[in-house]
């Protein structure tokens, strides 16, 4: 059995935050709040040696805690691990609710005071 391609789901969850953008980054389909300066999440396919998924900002100690929790499914990415960005593998059974949340919270982490408060103004992602 085949799972569908997770990326159109990833964008369109990135793309409903307030002004999010995307682009390609390093080889990879990014979205950027503030511009181009606070890229939140970054989807990576196996061209980086790693399984299926992405990677992405996460406030200070949530990737030690969740790759200790399940390190089936997060991982201390490459080049930016040291960083405290969490890696969320996709190429399994995926929570979309929870990738929801996930997303939330990098945002948070990078974007500017107006926009989170226009995302809480909504109810969050």
């Given at each position: 059995?085949?799972?569908?391609?997770?990326?159109?789901?990833?964008?369109?969850?990135?793309?409903?935050?307030?002004?999010?953008?995307?682009?390609?980054?390093?080889?990879?389909p990014s979205?950027?709040?503030?511009?181009?300066?606070?890229?939140?999440?970054?989807?990576?396919?196996?061209?980086?040696?790693?399984?299926?998924?992405?990677?992405?900002?996460?406030?200070?100690?949530?990737?030690?805690e969740m790759?200790?929790?399940?390190?089936?499914?997060?991982?201390?990415?490459?080049?930016?691990?040291?960083?405290?960005?969490?890696?969320?593998?996709?190429?399994?059974a995926v929570?979309?609710?929870?990738?929801?949340?996930?997303?939330?919270?990098?945002?948070?982490?990078?974007?500017?005071?107006?926009?989170?408060?226009?995302?809480?103004?909504?109810?969050?992602?």
């Amino acid at each position: 059995m085949t799972r569908s391609d997770p990326l159109p789901r990833l964008r369109k969850i990135c793309l409903a935050l307030p002004g999010v953008t995307e682009k390609v980054s390093h080889g990879s389909p990014s979205w950027f709040a503030r511009g181009d300066k606070g890229m939140f999440v970054s989807f990576v396919g196996e061209h980086h040696g790693e399984r299926l998924g992405f990677w992405c900002a996460a406030p200070p100690g949530v990737q030690e805690e969740m790759v200790a929790e399940d390190p089936d499914r997060f991982f201390r990415p490459p080049y930016v691990g040291h960083r405290g960005w969490l890696g969320v593998y996709l190429d399994r059974a995926v929570d979309w609710a929870e990738i929801t949340e996930i997303a939330d919270q990098s945002f948070r982490v990078v974007a500017t005071k107006k926009s989170i408060a226009e995302l809480d103004a909504r109810g969050g992602a």
